[in-house]
């Protein structure tokens, strides 16, 4: 229905920036929310940053201030663009989606790779 394909993840030094994108194929129109979550081995998978469709986006305690979640709808992209990045942001992050009609099931992007460190 959905693919998701990220990319911009990378290392950066504590205090730097990254932007990471998620582009989005398929069912665009049937898109309810897109955001971005993360996971450290061993750990739970956790929400960074979401929106919904009609604009609203939530983040997580840890990112609120650092990190903003937006869209191009033109094509078909989420950003997430990460400052002052710490190394407890270091971690796998994945793009997800649901769909309007179908959202007990979650899509996810094959996870792109951050890592903050000096």
């Known amino acids: 229905q959905v693919q998701l394909v990220e990319s911009g993840g990378g290392l950066v030094q504590p205090g730097g920036s990254l932007r990471l994108s998620c582009a989005a194929s398929?069912?665009?129109?049937?898109?309810?929310?897109m955001g971005w979550y993360r996971q450290v081995p061993g750990k739970q998978r956790e929400l960074v940053a979401q929106?919904?469709?009609?604009?609203?986006?939530n983040y997580a305690d840890s990112v609120k201030g650092r990190f903003t979640i937006s869209r191009d709808n033109a094509k078909n992209t989420v950003y997430l663009q990460m400052n002052s990045l710490k190394p407890e942001d270091t971690a796998v992050y994945y793009c997800?989606?649901?769909?309007?009609?179908?959202?007990?099931?979650?899509?996810w992007g094959q996870g792109t790779q951050v890592t903050v460190s000096s």
């Open positions: 929106i919904i469709s009609g604009g609203t986006t």
């Open positions: 398929g069912s665009i129109f049937s898109i309810h929310v």
């Open positions: 997800h989606t649901r769909l309007w009609y179908k959202l007990e099931y979650d899509y």
